[in-house]
């Protein structure tokens, strides 16, 4: 019995051992949050345009055979600065952004916080392709620094539970 609570120990230190080497910790530039993902990200900058003006989105990107993992921040500025913006109405439009570029369906719903920031959490399907999967995606917005940080990850129906997916969105920390 002895040598086969040694072997599941071994087993157990092997384990945690090589999901430690594979994670890959990530922090932009300007510092403005960490997070972990499962592997090293690659960084793209995205512009866009919108009510406020041209927007560049800092996004983090790693992709696995079976799904994605982003984490990224959009500064708002000035518009945002000089007038009082209301923090459930920049996350409800941004949940209804992105569901709607990703022809999504809300499953469901949750709000969040951290640090003295809110968020919400949803989950949503997908369909491309005629393959089904889902987006879990978490959204906060700083009305201090006019700033949207997100997290999301996409790929099949279950992606949702990994254990990966969840220390990536357990990871996600130190917004100001």
Aim: hydrophobic fraction near 35%.
């Amino acid at each position: 019995m002895k040598k086969i609570s040694s072997l599941a120990a071994f087993a157990l230190t092997l384990t945690l051992t090589v999901l430690a080497q594979a994670a890959a910790p990530y922090q932009p530039k300007n510092q403005s949050y960490k997070i972990q993902f499962p592997g090293a990200p690659t960084e793209q900058v995205d512009k866009s345009q919108s009510s406020a003006g041209e927007l560049s989105s800092v996004n983090a990107i790693y992709e696995t055979a079976n799904g994605a993992y982003v984490s990224s921040y959009t500064d708002i500025g000035d518009a945002c600065q000089k007038r009082k913006v209301d923090v459930q109405t920049v996350l409800k439009n941004s949940r209804e952004g992105a569901l709607a570029a990703n022809k999504a369906k809300l499953i469901r719903e949750k709000p969040l916080q951290t640090g003295g920031i809110a968020g919400t959490e949803f989950l949503a399907s997908i369909s491309e392709k005629g393959e089904k999967g889902v987006i879990l995606h978490q959204i906060f917005f700083s009305d201090k620094t006019c700033r949207i940080y997100q997290a999301i990850v996409t790929g099949p129906e279950g992606i949702e539970s990994k254990p990966e997916t969840t220390a990536f969105f357990a990871s996600f920390e130190g917004m100001k």
